[in-house]
């Protein structure tokens, strides 16, 4: 499938495995690493509660997805996406050599400052970039070039989220964050090793730059896709506290999986995140090539459809995992299957909402300001983040912790509700004649 398409797309991708990996590795254990394992300056034992743990992991989240504005403005204006992403890459590389080296609260701080600017900074850049390789291609040909991106990403976050939890109980934290650290270095090294076969599109002067944002047609079409991005919001709120809540659910659920042959194992807490990439590698195929293509025979197969339908699952999953919270509040021994079930129901979610969405932020952009108008997408997931901080916090405040019924059943009504605001923002962007 590769030789049918742009000659850096082997690097591109073979980058994004090694990337996602670092982060989802990382990402992967910080809840459990900050209410077990952190220290204070002194080295002494300064664990979070679960509450402090769960704010503090979504505003690393909200600033992971704040910073590509900035990443993105760097790179449309300044130094181009190919040397943006080269540059910050590095200060990711340090973020992780921080985390790596200092298992301390200070060293906490230093180190996800750093991966949100690197990790953040690159994000818009290499989409976008991934784009800028399909310039003269048709639209199929693109949406298969993200549907393959999408997938390298999940090929990386299955093998770290399961690689990495172990590595954690096995060595301590010092291996743990260093493993990440390193394919974040591999993945600079195969990025750079590409530099001669990418199509890299120069930045565009300032003047140009704001004069392509204002074009005629383009502000009011701008306007409605921020305020589509906006509305989607509401399902990253849910879907980031895979790393969160669902993980300290997790913790009291029976994780023992028994396969056919004899085969048993028993999943840690943080490995359960794993079902979400494994399933992405499953369902995005099945989805591109099969259901969309066996749906469009006998109905259009519409973006509105995609996302209404996606908030509908998100909701949905969270309803289960709220129903598995009953459970456990009853004193039941709980299977960890009732919550692969949500992941399954989720990760259908995220196939027609976040995928559908990257592909809006690229081909709605103006040619001058592709990685800008990608972060709008980006903005989303750090609004949702911010949500579910501010959720948290409040919620602590009434002695509502997160793993509790009201907890999640609060997200599912959130989720329900906010299909209103995405239906009349789709509604803005077929007025603005933005959307297919």
């Not at 519409?302 to 998100?314: D, E, I, P, Q, Y």
């Amino acid at each position: 499938m590769l030789r049918k398409n742009p000659r850096g797309l082997p690097f591109i991708i073979a980058n994004e495995v090694a990337e996602r990996f670092s982060f989802y590795g990382m990402k992967s254990i910080l809840v459990v690493f900050m209410t077990t394992m952190l220290l204070d300056r002194s080295g002494a034992p300064a664990p979070m509660s679960q509450e402090d743990a769960t704010f503090w992991y979504h505003i690393f989240g909200m600033g992971n997805y704040f910073v590509p504005v900035i990443g993105a403005l760097i790179a449309d204006i300044l130094l181009g996406k190919y040397r943006t992403i080269i540059a910050l890459s590095l200060v990711y590389c340090a973020g992780h050599a921080a985390l790596a080296l200092d298992d301390s609260r200070e060293g906490l701080a230093v180190g996800l400052a750093l991966i949100a600017v690197g990790a953040g900074g690159i994000k818009p850049c290499v989409s976008a970039h991934l784009g800028d390789q399909y310039r003269h291609a048709g639209s199929a040909r693109l949406s298969e070039g993200y549907s393959l991106f999408y997938l390298a990403i999940n090929v990386g976050a299955f093998v770290s989220t399961l690689m990495t939890p172990w590595l954690l109980e096995q060595y301590g934290s010092h291996v743990a964050f260093a493993v990440p650290g390193i394919f974040m270095g591999v993945a600079t090294l195969v990025f750079w090793l590409g530099r001669s076969r990418y199509v890299a599109l120069p930045p565009t002067p300032l003047r140009d730059y704001v004069g392509a944002l204002a074009a005629p047609g383009s502000t009011r079409r701008l306007a409605a896709l921020a305020l589509l991005f906006a509305s989607l919001s509401i399902f990253w709120s849910l879907f980031d506290q895979t790393g969160s809540s669902w993980v300290l659910q997790a913790e009291r659920l029976g994780r023992e999986i028994s396969l056919p042959f004899g085969i048993s194992f028993t999943l840690l807490p943080s490995q359960v995140q794993a079902a979400n990439p494994v399933l992405i590698l499953i369902l995005t195929p099945l989805f591109t090539w099969m259901l969309y293509p066996a749906l469009s025979r006998c109905m259009a197969v519409t973006t509105g459809g995609k996302l209404t339908v996606g908030m509908l699952l998100a909701a949905a999953s969270f309803a289960l995992v709220a129903g598995v919270q009953v459970m456990l509040a009853q004193g039941m021994a709980v299977s960890v299957v009732w919550q692969l079930a949500a992941y399954l129901i989720l990760t259908a979610s995220e196939v027609m909402i976040s995928i559908t969405a990257l592909e809006l932020a690229y081909t709605h952009a103006p040619s001058a300001s592709k990685s800008f108008v990608t972060s709008f997408y980006l903005l989303s997931v750090a609004l949702g983040n911010g949500v579910t901080a501010l959720v948290t916090g409040l919620f602590a405040k009434a002695g509502i912790g997160p793993d509790t019924v009201v907890y999640f059943a609060s997200f599912s009504v959130m989720a329900l509700i906010g299909i209103v605001p995405l239906r009349w923002s789709l509604r803005r962007m077929a007025a603005a004649q933005a959307l297919p």
